[in-house]
Structure formats: structure tokens, C-alpha cells
């Protein structure tokens, strides 16, 4: 069984799917890190150099690798949803879990955090509404499940996930 964890930046798909990992003895697998290691190069070069349209091909080859494994914690990057080839991989390869989180945790969870090129701008609160009023639609089109990560700290997240998966 093939878990994917989806949702915006800061809901914890890195700090959750490793946690996952651990608690059900299964591989885990980082896309942005994956992406990385292949370009070797880090996401903002990435962007700075081949742009978000290069970082999202590098993104859909990872993913279309990736979610052909078995038995696996996948933690997606934030806009992993936007393209539809992204949402069939993990839709038919997988169970999806959506971290859903209010905008001021994804702000609160990401402000030390540099390598995010699509919140190195003067305000990152309203780039993080808009991309999920863009992109909650698309978690939801996908995901399985719904977990809310919202007054739970990464312990409790990971045990609802297994709740709601029934292990
Ligand atoms: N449920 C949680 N409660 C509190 N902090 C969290 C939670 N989940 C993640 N974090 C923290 O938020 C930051 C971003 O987490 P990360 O796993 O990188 O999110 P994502 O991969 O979804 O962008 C990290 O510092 C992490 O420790
Ligand atoms: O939301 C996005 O478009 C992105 C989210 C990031 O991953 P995290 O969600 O793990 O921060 C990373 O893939 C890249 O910076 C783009
Ligand atoms: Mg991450």
C-alpha cells in the first residue's frame, strides 16, 4: 500500500511522511529532495535558473517514478496537484492524504524557511491564500482522506492518518 501526503506549504508532508515512514516501517520518499538530488542543484536554483515551468517537468518525472514503487511514504511539494497527469499518478497509485492547514499555520510553519521561491516576496500570506484558493479544490479532487493538522502536533497527525487508513 502506497501512501502520498498532499497539501500546501507548511502543512508537514516532509516532517509527517518521515514520522509515517518510521511508525509503519516503510520506505519514505521527499519529491523535493528527489528533484534535487537528480538536478543536483536546491529548488530556488532550480526556479532561478529553468523557472517554475522547468522545476514542474522535473516535478511530474519524479512523480510519475516515484508513485510506481509499492509499499511506500510519499511526500509530495506543495503544487504537486496543479498538473492532472500529477493528481491521475497519485489518484490511481495510492491512498492520498490531504494535510489540510489554515493559511496562518502555513505561514507561521515556514517563516525560518528560505528554499521556498514562491514565498520570497513582501507578502507571503496573500501568495499563500491565493495558491489555496487555487489549490484546495485540487487537494480535495484528489485526496482519500482529509486530516487536519490544526491544533495537532506531528505525533497526532500521524496517528489519524493511520486511523483513517484503518492501520
Ligand atoms: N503538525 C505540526 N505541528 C507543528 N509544526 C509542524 C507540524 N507539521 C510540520 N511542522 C513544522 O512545520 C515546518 C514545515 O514542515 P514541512 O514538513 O517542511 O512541511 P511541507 O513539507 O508540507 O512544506 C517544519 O518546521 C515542521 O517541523
Ligand atoms: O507549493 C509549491 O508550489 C511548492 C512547494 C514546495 O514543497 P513543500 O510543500 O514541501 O514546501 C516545493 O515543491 C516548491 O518550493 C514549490
Ligand atoms: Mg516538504
Known sequence: M???LVGPMGAGKSTIGRLLST???LPFFDSDKV???RAGANIPWIFDVEGEAGFRD???AVIADLTCQNNIILATGGGAVLKSE???YLKERGSVIYLKTSVELQIERTRKDKNRPLLQTEDPTQVLQK???IRDPLY???CDHVVTTDKRNPKLVVSEICRVLNI
Do not use: G, H
Request: aromatic share 4%.
Open 131 to 133: 495558491l489555496m484558493d
Open 2 to 4: 502506497n501512501i502520498f
Open 140 to 142: 480535495q479532487e484528489v
Open 35 to 37: 528533484i534535487e538530488e
Open 58 to 60: 522535473r516535478e511530474t
Open 23 to 25: 511508525e509503519l516501517d
Open 86 to 88: 500529477n493528481r491521475s
